[in-house]
């Protein structure tokens, strides 16, 4: 037996060598080409590869195509930089940042959200500083006044936003038409044109209540108006003000009131974002409320053709509010890891990116809810009707209010997501949501 | 061991690998999760030992954990209680009655080959509400039951049977299977042998099949449990524990919590206490049939 003991031995030597071929595969990634230049006259520049996570996966939407123009313009520019992208959608890649970052492992380029949602990230030091960066080529003086706010933390600045947007009403004009209803000013109105677009067999509103952030943002902007101005939750969190306060429980029963006119599509609860989007993209639904960066898809849905769809503000609710205080959505933001190889070649390129930015995206009619100025002239660009109405409400923003999980920490926000949630399938006494809220505040503090 | 006729070396030579893999991918992480149990941490920051403290709100303080308990343990009991027996009942008639089973057999299995993301898409379009053209709406109006439609999971008293049953149905063709093949293993001259003595068809089942097909249930009642204290992505595709935590179990509230809410120690106290529970509750199994078994034998 002794051929087959050797035999034994060196199969479990392959085997061996075959796991450990196995388990150093990963890692590697970062790196590119180690090697440095190799003598010559001329010494050659390293070979560099940058990581950049990006939330642009589908290739409808113009943003896919305006980041691979950049990407491969600056390829061009820099032939020993190579940028390796990373494209995952949303969620997805906020679970990835997250598994990444516990390990340490952060992307050269990331995607974060504004204020409180990346506050953890910012407390663990993951992210470098960009001050030095912003101020290179003039980069800072192209964003609006006050967006980079959200984004600073004890004077340093760690991450540049691809949007900023507001929320406002979208509205099917045949629609509200067949059901002979106008455009409502308060929202006490919205609820009268709720039941008469009911009446008529129109489903009044169309939500996507499975992804819990689309009715708290809502709700967020019936409480904006309640509270007569923005800063409720800042003043609960500086212990000003409380869950209980009257503004939110009027907030509670106003929201309550629309949902039980009958507003939403049966089962909003198990719709995701998209398949509610899509019940009023498709025409089957005559209200929408969303962030402005919905303008895009809609535009081109079938709901829009002839410049059907148009565009309302929130109105007040029991006359409290200004109209022209908004749901703010500063956008998702890119950030540098702060260990990241390649520091200064990171910081380089994403200065050229959000230079560029701007430009790209208005030659393809993506220039809407940027967070830049755009310089040119949109109507002669060809930017449709609706479109120019949402750039218009943009001028009268006077302030208001960020989504709930930007200003509240997560665990507080899981716990308000998942009460706003149950409002859509059981009415509930405001006190006790306001309870709720209190004591979910109180146990994350 | 020595019939093998080789060395200890070579046989650990050979296990060496196998169990160093299943150390590192089971052992390691569970003791991980043990200690982070420990810590109020959010995954990323700096993380603070705290004792205990996450299991003391765990059992005490948290207002989904024990609804979520109760929902898991009752797919597990359902799951167990009728699944089980039914799967049992037609692998019987299987073998009784049908001259040909494998094509049943395998057309029982089709569901489980089944990525769980496809059941579930179709199973909430089953279970759509009549205004989106539901089909087990429609047929309920149909037959005249338009009292009974509803929107069966949004509503959140009915959501969670919603979920039980396609759950059970999905596995059903998997028990079949395990238990038809262990009644095929039967050898056929106990049967014979029966005959002789008078009892025959369902008779002998019920002397001969049942107690013979102890083990094999055992490995099925086994593998219903953990299964179902396990289920998460069926529950996340169709609800993804909503409407408002009606139909969470407890593997979708440890998700919520270590990567929503960002509670990373409290999520592994919650998968520690599952750890647990699925350890109890197979050696509790092992013991009960290890009764049974020596009652038959």
Redesign the interface.
Same mark, same amino acid.
């Given at each position: 037996m002794r051929k087959s003991k050797w035999l034994g031995l060196a199969m479990a030597g392959i085997v061996a060598v075959g796991l450990t071929a196995c388990g150093g595969g990963s890692g590697s990634g970062g790196e590119g080409g180690g090697q440095a230049a190799k003598g010559g006259a001329e010494p050659k520049q390293e070979n560099i590869t940058i990581t950049f996570q990006n939330i642009y996966p589908d290739q409808t939407d113009p943003k896919y195509k305006m980041l691979r123009t950049i990407v491969d313009n600056y390829e061009k520019e820099h032939p020993n930089i190579k940028i390796e992208l990373d494209s995952l959608n949303t969620d997805q890649q906020k679970l990835k940042l997250k598994t990444q970052a516990a390990s340490k492992e952060v992307p050269d380029i990331t995607v974060v959200n504004p204020a409180a949602q990346m506050q953890p990230f910012v407390d663990a030091k993951l992210f470098a500083p960009l001050n030095d960066m912003v101020e290179q080529n003039g980069l800072k003086d192209t964003f609006q006044e006050g967006i980079l706010d959200y984004y600073t933390f004890d004077g340093n600045l760690y991450a540049l936003p691809d949007g900023n947007n507001i929320a406002l009403v979208y509205y099917n004009k045949k629609l509200f038409e067949q059901a002979g209803v106008e455009v409502p000013t308060t929202f006490e109105e919205m609820i009268e044109v709720v039941k008469k677009l009911k009446d008529a067999g129109i489903q009044p509103m169309a939500i996507g209540e499975k992804d819990t952030w689309t009715g708290s943002f809502l709700f967020m902007n019936i409480l904006l108006r309640t509270n007569g101005g923005p800063g409720f939750l800042q003043d609960v969190l500086d212990g000003k003000k409380t869950f209980e306060d009257p503004a939110f429980i009027e907030a509670v029963d106003a929201f309550q009131n629309l949902i039980q006119a009958g507003a939403f599509q049966e089962g909003a609860t198990s719709f995701d974002y998209n398949a509610g989007e899509n019940l009023f993209k498709t025409g089957q639904a005559a209200m929408y409320f969303m962030g402005s960066w919905a303008t895009g898809g809609i535009e081109t849905s079938s709901a829009n053709e002839n410049g059907n769809v148009g565009v309302f503000k929130f109105p007040t609710v029991n006359g409290k509010g200004d109209v022209n205080e908004f749901m703010l959505a500063p956008g998702s933001a890119f950030a540098i890891s702060a260990d990241s190889k390649h520091l200064e070649e990171t910081k380089d390129f994403l200065n050229y990116y959000m230079l560029n930015y701007p430009k790209e995206a208005f030659k393809l009619k993506g220039a809407v809810g940027l967070a830049q100025k755009v310089e040119g002239d949109f109507r002669a660009a060809g930017y449709s009707d609706m479109a120019m109405e949402v750039l218009a409400m943009f001028e009268d923003v006077k302030g208001g209010d960020l989504a709930f999980d930007n200003t509240m920490n997560p665990g507080t926000a899981q716990a308000h997501l998942s009460s706003i949630q149950n409002l859509f399938v059981q009415k509930t006494d405001a006190s006790a949501v306001a309870k709720e809220h209190q004591t979910a505040y109180e146990q994350n503090k | 061991m020595n019939v093998l @006729?080789? +060395?200890r070396w !070579?046989i650990a030579?050979?296990v060496l *690998?196998c169990l160093i893999?299943y150390a590192g991918l089971v052992f390691v992480p569970v003791l991980v999760s043990v200690y982070s149990s420990l810590l109020d941490w959010? /995954?990323? /920051?700096?993380s603070r030992f705290v004792g205990i403290d996450n299991y003391i709100r765990l059992f005490t303080?948290d207002p989904v954990f024990w609804p979520s308990v109760r929902r898991t343990l009752v797919l597990a009991v359902l799951s167990m209680g009728l699944q089980l027996p039914f799967a049992l009942f037609v692998a019987i008639l299987l073998n009784r009655f049908i001259r040909r089973p494998n094509f049943l057999v395998s057309s029982y299995f089709l569901p489980v080959i089944l990525s769980v993301v496809i059941i579930g898409q179709l199973w @909430?379009t089953i279970y759509? *509400? !009549? +205004?989106?053209g539901g089909m087990l709406n429609q047929l309920l109006t149909a037959i005249g039951a338009g009292d009974l439609t509803r929107?069966w999971?949004?509503? *959140?008293d009915v959501a969670i049977y919603a979920i039980y049953f396609v759950a059970l149905w999905q596995y059903i063709g998997y028990h079949v299977l395990i238990q038809f093949t262990g009644i095929r293993n039967i050898p056929a001259d106990i049967y014979e042998a029966a005959r002789i003595d008078g009892a025959e068809g369902l008779k002998a089942d019920r002397y001969i099949t049942l107690p013979l097909i102890v083990p094999i249930f055992k490995i099925s009642m086994v593998l219903a449990f953990i299964g179902s204290l396990q289920s998460f992505d069926l529950i996340m595709v $169709?609800? /993804?524990g /909503?409407?408002?935590?009606?139909t969470d179990v407890i593997s979708t509230h440890m998700y919520?919590m270590s990567?929503? +809410? $960002? @509670?990373?120690g409290y999520g592994s106290a919650i998968a520690v206490f599952l750890v647990g529970l699925c350890l109890v509750a197979t050696l509790a199994i092992n013991f009960l049939f290890g009764k049974l078994d020596k009652r038959y034998s």
């Open positions: - | @006729k080789v +060395s !070579t030579a050979f *690998p893999f959010n /995954g990323i /920051g700096e303080a @909430k759509n *509400p !009549t +205004s989106l929107a999971l949004t509503d *959140p $169709m609800t /993804g /909503g409407p408002a935590h009606a919520n990567f929503l +809410s $960002m @509670k990373y």
